[in-house]
């Protein structure tokens, strides 16, 4: 494991062999190499430069000390010339890639910040796939997980497979110099923090061993990716708790004071309330239910219990406590960020949802109820009570549901 720099005595005990946690990357062709290991990158990052640094003041020398360095700098510049002369002379042997997943997080800190805005990062994870070069090779949901892992939410990069977010960071360094509009210098100055951060961490050279892998070569556009139209109100309150139902009477007294709770009166709402409270050997878990009736119910319960449990208006760190919880009780048949999505949709946001499938929109509603009646200790009158009151929005709604 990668540890701060500032934890480590010794300019030796700070360097860290990494055979074993990069592949050597070959350069036969011209080809670009492709990180097989970024959440390693993006953790020493988080913990090193995650606020802006003037280069200037700290001394970090002009010129780039490694040749990644000077190779991005130059397909960032669009000097193709001088991108062929670096892969034919310093790189011809191979390297590994380091300083490109570097950048990436310090773009990714700079243009977001940590829990950042989180329809700016679902809409420019939507807007990359559609417009950047090279983009359309990804999944938004994709592109989303690993920024959203860079700027605060490490445990999204866990949901994506390594190499996966290695080449997907390429391409998005690109998108993202042009969503922060930086001039060459300011380019420099970004490679040349990269390199800072990444001073930590010792890679052996390249070789006969090393792995060959495409990747077509990338080129700003110029344009940005965001507007202000896409900001949602910054929250800078503490992390609130969830909603939880109060603990039940001791006594037998106060048990008998107390009132009846509504109860799930359709086939499809004691069928959920039973999936929801665990109860395996419920007649309910067995009986049949009609596809349609249970998305219907499951979608709208979803909606009343994720507004009941988060705080009003969530912020980004408040949702993702429930999404994590979810996805950490059910990995890993779940996608973190379509969760993500629904949730937020659940609470009024306009997120997209268009992508998530039929299948996978139910499964997240019935994997968000029972794990948030798992929060609430399977309280089976705090479930049942959401749920009836579901059954009678539906119908209210013009619903049709079967009776139990």
């Not at 003037?54 to 669009?78: K, M």
């Not at 001088?82 to 892969?87: A, M, T």
């Not at 596809?291 to 709208?300: N, S």
């Not at 299948?359 to 399977?378: E, Q």
Request: proline fraction near 7%; include cysteine; glycine fraction near 6%.
């Amino acid at each position: 494991m990668v540890q701060p720099r500032s934890h480590a005595s010794t300019p030796e005990a700070r360097k860290l062999d990494a055979a074993e946690l990069y592949p050597a990357i070959e350069n036969p062709g011209h080809r670009r190499p492709r990180s097989r290991r970024p959440g390693r990158d993006v953790n020493l990052i988080r913990r090193t430069c995650h606020q802006d640094i003037d280069l200037e003041v700290i001394g970090v020398p002009a010129a780039l000390r490694t040749a990644e360095g000077r190779l991005l700098r130059a397909e960032l510049r669009g000097d193709d010339d001088e991108r062929d002369r670096i892969l034919d002379t310093e790189l011809d042997d191979g390297w590994w890639p380091e300083v490109t997943s570097a950048a990436f997080t310090i773009a990714a800190f700079r243009r977001f910040g940590k829990f950042g805005d989180r329809h700016l990062v679902t809409t420019f994870a939507r807007r990359f796939v559609e417009r950047a070069p090279g983009g359309q090779d990804f999944a938004a949901r994709t592109v989303e997980a690993v920024v959203r892992g860079a700027i605060g939410e490490a445990w999204l990069l866990g949901a994506v497979d390594p190499v996966v977010a290695g080449e997907m960071m390429y391409p998005a360094l690109f998108a993202l110099v042009d969503e922060l509009e930086l001039d060459d210098a300011q380019v420099d100055a970004l490679l040349a923090e990269a390199e800072a951060a990444m001073a930590a961490v010792v890679l052996p050279p390249g070789g006969e061993d090393a792995v060959r892998v495409e990747q077509q070569q990338c080129h700003r556009t110029g344009q940005r990716y965001l507007t202000d139209a896409d900001r949602l109100p910054d929250l800078t309150r503490r992390m609130r708790s969830p909603w939880r139902p109060p603990a039940a009477p001791r006594s037998r007294k106060a048990l008998r004071r107390q009132a009846a709770a509504p109860e799930p009166s359709t086939v499809v709402g004691r069928f959920l309330w039973a999936l929801a409270v665990r109860e395996q050997n419920s007649p309910d878990r067995s009986a049949e239910t009609d596809g349609t009736e249970l998305m219907t119910l499951a979608l709208t319960v979803m909606v009343l219990i994720v507004r009941q449990y988060l705080p009003k208006a969530p912020d980004q760190r408040e949702i993702s406590a429930l999404t994590k919880r979810t996805w950490e009780t059910f990995r890993p048949q779940t996608d973190p960020i379509a969760i993500d999505h629904m949730v937020r949709r659940a609470v009024g946001e306009k997120t997209p949802v268009d992508d998530i499938s039929a299948g996978d929109r139910y499964t997240a509603a019935a994997l968000v109820l029972t794990a948030i009646a798992d929060d609430w200790g399977s309280d089976a009158r705090a479930v049942g009570a959401v749920i009836a009151e579901a059954e009678q929005t539906a119908i209210d709604e013009g619903r049709s549901l079967t009776p139990a």
